[in-house]
């Protein structure tokens, strides 16, 4: 059990998308106000607080000084109903992971970090864990306008390896994909899941499996594929993995020898928890502090 610290005040936000749809945020800050803060990607089918080490970093970074918000992004939960500002005032449409593509990522991010500008905060630092990474190389390879300052990478996910490990005759299905979508129906679930068993629309399943997808980044165990995106990645990184991972495909030592060699910027760090498994179950308390140690660097 976690207890919350004095001095660590937490409220909930309701903050929207550059296309209008309702994202639920918690912030987390310090009784005494800072200008920094870390906004938290959480990765597929999540949510916004379901790792443990979500509420760790609430309670901790405030204390060394930087606000921390957690928000769902429009890919939470499998399929799930959310609000979207209306002319007439809100509506209803369905998202989750099942209809999620990276590329729309741009619009939660860009509507979170208007938000948190509007609170008076200026030195932003986005985190990510399983797909929130690939989400924060396509926002920074496509914005170069962005004012981001550092990232944070956690659990580093090889796409390609989740499919070739766990979904059989995917490149099949892919076509059948295509071959929807021609045909209007891009919303409509395909006869085929995901990984964790997860239900996915045939837009959504071509954006995982064609080969210029934006979710072929970390391709570890196909490195001679390009890292999408990771050539423009400049700023101070860290990337935190676990040591044993379903996601990764390889040893983490070579990955994160691979990610090192891969991505564009010259302040790069990397750090491995060992006995730690993809979302840091009882390794959350390791894991935040390696943050907090890069971060007072």
Not at 90 to 103: M, N
Not at 150 to 179: C, F, H, P, R
Request: charged share 20%; with cysteine.
């Amino acid at each position: 059990m976690f207890r919350k610290p004095s001095g660590v005040n937490i409220s909930i936000h309701k903050i929207y998308s550059e296309d209008a749809l309702e994202l639920d945020a918690l912030l987390f800050e310090a009784e005494k106000s800072s200008a920094k803060i870390i906004i938290h990607l959480h990765g597929k089918e999540g949510h916004f607080i379901q790792n443990h080490f979500v509420t760790v970093m609430g309670y901790t970074y405030p204390l060394h000084g930087y606000s921390f918000l957690t928000f769902n992004n429009r890919g939470h939960d499998y399929i799930s109903d959310m609000l979207k500002k209306a002319s007439h005032g809100f509506e209803w449409v369905t998202r989750g992971s099942a209809y999620e593509i990276i590329e729309e990522a741009i619009y939660d991010i860009n509507g979170v970090i208007d938000y948190v500008k509007n609170l008076g905060y200026k030195e932003i630092i986005l985190q990510g864990h399983s797909l929130g990474p690939h989400k924060i190389c396509y926002y920074l390879g496509n914005n170069p306008k962005h004012e981001i300052k550092k990232i944070i990478l956690i659990t580093t996910a090889d796409i390609l390896y989740q499919l070739n490990s766990s979904v059989k005759n995917w490149k099949e299905y892919s076509g059948v994909a295509k071959e929807m979508i021609s045909e209007g129906k891009g919303d409509r679930l395909m006869p085929i899941k995901l990984w964790s068993n997860a239900p996915v629309s045939a837009r959504t399943f071509w954006h995982y499996t064609n080969s210029q997808s934006n979710a072929w980044v970390f391709n570890f165990t196909n490195p001679s594929l390009e890292f999408k995106n990771l050539d423009k990645v400049t700023l101070p990184t860290l990337a935190v993995v676990p040591e044993t991972d379903v996601a990764t495909g390889v040893p983490q030592e070579k990955a994160m020898k691979l990610l090192k060699q891969k991505i564009a910027s010259k302040d790069f760090t990397s750090v491995i928890i060992q006995n730690a498994v993809h979302n840091f179950a009882s390794k959350e308390k390791e894991l935040v502090n390696e943050i907090v140690s890069w971060l007072n660097k």
